[in-house]
């Protein structure tokens, strides 16, 4: 199968098991169903990312005054390093001028280079650090703030 095998879809409450799971399996601190539901729920941009009928990644963006705020970004562990974040961030991007966002932020923990990598070379900058922003296992971990003009 090739990346062109990729197919989107707005997220349901039917996908929530799939997801939570993956959630469970690469993050420390991962979001919770309430989370993932009340995205759903609020009308903010929630899709699924499949190949093959495998839920290959997931994310939840918010669209609010001429602006994108990517929440949530995750691909599933057996599918990283194929290119597909750069699929599903592309894809992201796309909906957001589609309604018409004329920029898009988000934060990333600062420890997460995979992340930061992908956002910089998708033409991401850097904004500000907010510091404490995310639970870690010693306390919290600052967040690096990104912004890109669409």
């Given at each position: 199968?090739?990346?062109?095998?990729?197919?989107?879809?707005?997220?349901?409450?039917?996908?929530?098991?799939?997801?939570?799971?993956?959630?469970?399996?690469i993050y420390d601190f991962p979001w919770t169903r309430g989370n993932f539901s009340d995205s759903i729920e609020s009308g903010y941009h929630c899709a699924v990312m499949e190949r093959g009928g495998f839920l290959a990644g997931y994310g939840v963006?918010?669209?609010?005054?001429?602006?994108?705020?990517?929440?949530?970004?995750?691909?599933?562990?057996?599918?990283?390093?194929?290119?597909?974040?750069?699929?599903?961030?592309?894809?992201?991007?796309?909906?957001?001028?589609?309604?018409?966002?004329?920029?898009?932020?988000?934060?990333?923990?600062?420890?997460?280079?995979?992340?930061?990598?992908?956002?910089?070379?998708?033409?991401?900058?850097?904004?500000?650090?907010?510091?404490?922003?995310?639970?870690?296992?010693?306390?919290?971990?600052?967040?690096?703030?990104?912004?890109?003009?669409?």
């Amino acid at each position: 199968m090739t990346l062109d095998s990729l197919s989107f879809r707005q997220m349901s409450f039917e996908d929530l098991d799939r997801v939570i799971e993956v959630e469970k399996q690469i993050y420390d601190f991962p979001w919770t169903r309430g989370n993932f539901s009340d995205s759903i729920e609020s009308g903010y941009h929630c899709a699924v990312m499949e190949r093959g009928g495998f839920l290959a990644g997931y994310g939840v963006m918010l669209l609010a005054a001429g602006e994108a705020s990517l929440l949530n970004l995750s691909v599933a562990k057996n599918w990283q390093g194929m290119g597909m974040g750069r699929k599903l961030l592309d894809y992201f991007v796309k909906a957001a001028r589609r309604e018409g966002a004329n920029c898009f932020h988000l934060e990333v923990r600062l420890s997460n280079s995979v992340a930061l990598n992908l956002y910089r070379s998708a033409g991401f900058g850097e904004i500000c650090v907010r510091p404490n922003y995310y639970p870690a296992e010693n306390g919290r971990e600052d967040a690096l703030v990104m912004r890109r003009e669409l």
